[in-house]
Structures are given as C-alpha cells and as structure tokens.
C-alpha cells in the first residue's frame, strides 16, 4: 500500500518563503510523475508544478517563483515556494503516477494536503 505524507504548510506573510515536502512509504516500483496541486476555496483543483523524466512544468501564475524538485532515492518531491503572495493561499496536494510491481497497473496516488496561507 503506497501512501503519500507531506508536510511544510503553514503561515507565511507576503513575500515569504515555503517548501512542501511530500514522500511515499510502501513498496515502489516506478513513478512515472510527481505533480504538486492546489486548491483554494470556491475554486478547482489546479496544477501547480510537474516533473517527468526529468523534465519540470509549472502553471503560469507561478513561474519563476516556485520550483519543483525530487529525490528519487527516497520517493520524495519538494515545492520550493518563493515570493509568495495571497493568491498563492490552498490547499496543496502532491500527486504521484506510479506502479508497485512491474506487472501492476499504473496507478494515481494522492497525498492528503497541506494548508498554506498566506497572509500579513
């Protein structure tokens, strides 16, 4: 069973800095995509940042001041987030496409999010 922790939310006045930390625990076989999601109230769940083969994308609203990164050695995908504005205030969700076992179909994982306000 493969669960996704993050961690790193918080309060952060405007212009701050942040960095969400999100690793699997269980038996991975291959992760294929590491995404960061947010969703602020009243509103859909966006894509933030991806990273894929090595290759990172990330949301317009965003570029510039957020950064994607991994450490595949520990199943883990960091959102470095600089320059953060009101706006920036969700609920942020990493997301993992992954299989356990080399037969096992690839599958969507989720982690339970993590609050990040930003506010003076």
């Known amino acids: 069973q493969v669960q996704l922790v993050e961690s790193g939310g918080g309060l952060v006045q405007p212009g701050g800095s942040l960095r969400l930390s999100c690793a699997a625990s269980?038996?991975?076989?291959?992760?294929?995509?590491m995404d960061w999601y947010r969703q602020a109230p009243g509103k859909q769940r966006e894509l933030v940042a991806s990273i894929s083969g090595g290759r990172t994308n990330y949301a317009d609203s965003v570029k510039g001041r957020f950064t994607i990164s991994t450490d595949n050695a520990k199943n883990t995908v960091y959102l470095q987030m600089n320059s953060l504005k009101p706006e920036d205030t969700a609920v942020y969700y990493c997301?993992?496409?992954?299989?356990?076992?080399?037969?096992?179909?690839?599958?969507?994982?989720w982690g339970q999010g993590t609050q990040v306000t930003v506010s003076s």
């Open positions: 269980g038996s991975i076989f291959a992760i294929y995509a």
């Open positions: 997301h993992f496409n992954a299989r356990v076992r080399a037969v096992a179909p690839t599958l969507d994982y």
